[in-house]
């Protein structure tokens, strides 16, 4: 059955609406019952970041090394982000959060999500989940990465400023916040999470568009994160893009252009 110009190959429905699986042109991607793609994999290359928002998410590579603590995800999708890191980072620990029982299942079964001692999943709601620990010893995060669409758009336990507050706190002293936004900076409620964002985090904040899609990447960086170079982090992006073959030196450029009024607040020109 051909569906979205592809082949779909999986379907099934939960109390949440319709998952599909399509492939087309060596990828597989998943669907929440519409065409826009919620995560895809490069069949011959299962471990690679296939999609341009996922990549420009990872820019958070060029402000921190990922060290040996945990690292919260919000929203596995089909688990790209959450592979990329076990693939690439012995070290790395992950705490994923998940609303659906049913994407954690396709991404197993369908995108080669592994069974990883270093990988915890938790079903729940990523906004109930972080403002349940707020205030309390649990772990702190050194990145928290939120990527949480439905059907409908950005997933509404996350839509609100108590949300971006909560990220605050969970996060350790220099921790970075990267979420996906969608919407163009024209949108309303683009300009209302930039809005939440500039005033939680004191204006330690980056978007980066991705180019030739609707996808803006946020970056809200905690109190203590230090002052970089643009020096430095030009260097760092070309050893990036070769160990990683991400367009690290692009983003970069990007992060300059279009950050005019907040950039001087976290970088050294």
Same mark, same amino acid.
């Given at each position: 059955?051909?569906?979205?110009?592809?082949?779909?190959?999986?379907?099934?429905?939960? !109390?949440?609406?319709?998952?599909? +699986?399509?492939?087309?042109? /060596?990828?597989?991607? #998943?669907?929440? /019952?519409?065409?826009?793609?919620?995560?895809?994999?490069?069949?011959?290359?299962?471990?690679?970041?296939?999609?341009?928002?996922?990549?420009?998410?990872?820019?958070?590579?060029?402000?921190?090394?990922?060290?040996?603590?945990?690292?919260?995800?919000?929203?596995?999708?089909?688990?790209?982000?959450t592979k990329h890191l076990l693939?690439?980072?012995?070290? $790395?620990? =992950?705490?994923?959060?998940?609303?659906?029982?049913?994407?954690?299942?396709?991404?197993?079964?369908?995108?080669?999500?592994?069974?990883?001692?270093?990988?915890?999943?938790?079903? !729940?709601?990523?906004?109930?989940?972080?403002?349940?620990?707020?205030?309390?010893?649990?772990?702190?995060?050194? *990145?928290? %990465? +939120?990527?949480? &669409?439905?059907?409908?758009?950005?997933?509404?336990?996350?839509?609100?400023?108590?949300?971006?507050?909560? $990220?605050?706190?969970?996060?350790?002293?220099?921790? %970075?916040?990267?979420?996906?936004?969608?919407?163009?900076?024209?949108?309303?409620l683009f300009q209302q999470v930039?809005?939440?964002? /500039?005033?939680?985090?004191?204006?330690?904040? #980056?978007? #980066?568009?991705?180019?030739?899609?609707?996808?803006?990447?946020?970056?809200?960086?905690?109190?203590? *994160?230090?002052?970089?170079?643009?020096?430095?982090?030009? !260097?760092?992006? =070309?050893?990036?893009?070769?160990?990683?073959? %991400?367009?690290?030196?692009? &983003? #970069?450029?990007?992060?300059?252009?279009?950050?005019?009024?907040?950039?001087?607040?976290?970088?050294? =020109?």
């Open positions: 059955m051909h569906k979205y110009n592809g082949t779909l190959i999986y379907q099934s429905h939960d !109390d949440d609406g319709i998952l599909e +699986v399509v492939e087309r042109d /060596g990828f597989r991607s #998943l669907h929440f /019952g519409t065409y826009p793609r919620q995560s895809s994999m490069l069949l011959s290359d299962p471990d690679k970041l296939a999609l341009e928002y996922v990549r420009a998410m990872s820019s958070w590579f060029l402000f921190k090394e990922l060290l040996d603590d945990e690292v919260l995800i919000i929203g596995l999708g089909g688990g790209s982000i693939h690439h980072f012995q070290d $790395c620990r =992950l705490k994923v959060i998940e609303y659906r029982q049913s994407v954690v299942k396709i991404a197993r079964s369908h995108f080669g999500l592994p069974l990883d001692r270093r990988l915890k999943i938790i079903v !729940d709601d990523g906004g109930r989940y972080l403002r349940q620990r707020t205030g309390t010893s649990q772990a702190r995060y050194s *990145v928290m %990465i +939120v990527d949480a &669409f439905d059907h409908e758009g950005m997933a509404e336990s996350i839509n609100n400023k108590a949300f971006f507050e909560a $990220c605050k706190v969970t996060l350790k002293d220099d921790g %970075i916040l990267v979420i996906n936004l969608w919407g163009g900076t024209g949108n309303p930039a809005l939440w964002l /500039g005033q939680v985090f004191d204006w330690k904040i #980056l978007f #980066l568009p991705v180019q030739g899609r609707g996808n803006i990447i946020g970056f809200a960086f905690n109190n203590a *994160v230090p002052m970089f170079s643009m020096k430095v982090l030009r !260097d760092k992006a =070309l050893v990036l893009e070769q160990r990683y073959q %991400i367009e690290f030196p692009t &983003f #970069l450029k990007d992060f300059k252009r279009h950050n005019s009024s907040t950039i001087n607040q976290l970088i050294t =020109l």
